[in-house]
């Protein structure tokens, strides 16, 4: 099992900036990749951006410029530094760990409690 805190949300005016925290625990070993993905409401859940172990990553088109997603392996952690942000970025924003046994095919997803991102005057 593992578990995702996420901290950082909160109210922020167009054009600035929040970061957004990620913190893994439980049996992070098994971890292949994590991300970020967010949900308006009324909206279905899309993603944000994603890191792989590799070091590979990717973006929304709608994010690509102004979010940067990073890694930091020795505390377990995902970041994301969200700059020039717009009131269209407002929804809760999830962790997202993936996690693959080497002996099976597919994996298993595993979500934080979100943390709100407000983008307003």
């Known amino acids: 099992q593992v578990q995702l805190v996420e901290s950082g949300g909160g109210l922020v005016q167009p054009g600035g900036s929040l970061r957004l925290s990620c913190a893994a625990s439980?049996?992070?070993?098994?971890?292949?990749?994590m991300g970020w993905y967010r949900q308006a409401p009324g909206k279905q859940r899309e993603l944000v951006a994603v890191?792989?172990?590799?070091?590979?990553?990717n973006y929304a088109d709608s994010v690509k410029g102004r979010f940067t997603i990073s890694r930091d392996n020795a505390k377990n952690a995902v970041y994301l530094q969200m700059n020039s942000l717009k009131p269209e970025d407002t929804a809760v924003y999830y962790c997202?760990?993936?996690?693959?046994?080497?002996?099976?095919?597919?994996?298993?997803?595993?979500w934080g409690k979100g943390t709100l991102v407000t983008v307003s005057s």
């Open positions: 997202n760990a993936y996690v693959r046994v080497p002996a099976d095919l597919s994996g298993v997803n595993y």
């Open positions: 439980g049996s992070i070993f098994n971890i292949n990749a």
């Open positions: 890191a792989h172990n590799s070091g590979v990553t």
